[in-house]
């Protein structure tokens, strides 16, 4: 299985990761979309299980969230996807989900499970770090790597904390709020991005709020290893709900923008 060392190692360029959530809008066509964002380039997919109260997203990816639950899709299938996908292709595969989920299902079970169906990384976007230790030795147990989030906010000591424990990657938020497209990248993020750089080997990839090829642009220049697009593809979605064929097209060329700007 490709890992994230060998990915981050062998690219010459920052990885571009599209964020789906599974199960969007359905099962079937939420396998199609994925594997037409792997066909157009994406290095990384970072992944989310449907959750109901989805607390670190904006209304886009809660809608998304809601059509994937309405659909029937539940834990299990979502990491029956995941095998899919990754019988499709050699892909890094990241989750980004809620504590929940992983409880109900069964914590040891759950990390095992999705080992199994080709997951690299669980990020779960409500635990504190301060509470890693209740799923850091699920997360070895599995053979999984670690990731966790830095935001404009954690403090010097707590952001070199995160370093330590991560092994995949670092989840750098890139502003205040939650998960949106936004017109601007925050001014709070380039000095984050700059300070985590200077503190640790961990490679350092940006989500929330980036979704156009500038903001790509100037998150290269600044240095990441990666770049995390989640809204901008979910609204490609949401707005062709009846017309795939559009959605996979407008997918296919946001990634072409994007990877032409991190190039």
């Known amino acids: 299985m490709l890992t994230y060392k060998q990915l981050f190692a062998n690219l010459n ?9 599974l199960g969007d809008p359905n099962y079937n066509e939420s396998l199609r979309l994925i594997k037409a964002a792997i066909d157009a380039g994406a290095d990384v997919l970072e992944l989310g299980i449907p959750f109901s109260d989805p607390t670190a997203d904006g209304p886009t990816i809660q809608k998304a969230d809601v059509r994937a639950l309405e659909s029937g899709m539940t834990c ?19 989750l980004l989900m809620y504590y929940n989920i992983i409880e109900k299902y069964g914590r040891e079970k759950f990390y095992l499970d999705a080992a199994r169906a080709g997951v690299n990384s669980v990020l779960v976007a409500d635990l504190c770090v301060d509470d890693a230790d209740e799923v850091q030795p699920l997360i070895e147990k599995a053979g999984l790597d670690s990731v966790y989030m830095v935001t404009p906010n954690t403090a010097e000591s707590r952001r070199d904390k995160i370093a330590r424990l ?63 697009v989640g809204s901008a593809i979910v609204n490609i979605i949401d707005r062709n709900l009846n017309n795939l064929d559009m959605a996979e097209s407008e997918l296919k060329q946001l990634i072409a923008d994007m990877k032409a700007a991190l190039e």
Not at 13 to 21: E, G, K, S
Not at 76 to 94: F, H, M, S, T, V
Not at 191 to 219: E, N, W, Y
Request: overall charge positive; hydrophobic content about 45%.
């Open 166 to 228: 991560c092994t995949g990657f670092i989840y750098t938020v890139s502003t205040l709020g939650v998960t949106g497209a936004r017109a601007q990248l925050s001014d709070l993020v380039l000095p984050l991005v700059h300070d985590l750089k200077q503190r640790t080997p961990i490679p350092v990839c940006v989500g929330f709020g980036v979704s156009q090829p500038d903001h790509a642009r100037q998150l290269a220049a600044a240095g990441v290893d990666g770049v995390i």
């Open 76 to 94: 299990k299938k979502a990491l029956n996807l995941i095998a899919e996908i990754k019988q499709y292709r050699d892909i890094p595969i990241g």
């Open 13 to 21: 360029r920052p990885a571009f990761v599209p964020f789906f959530v």
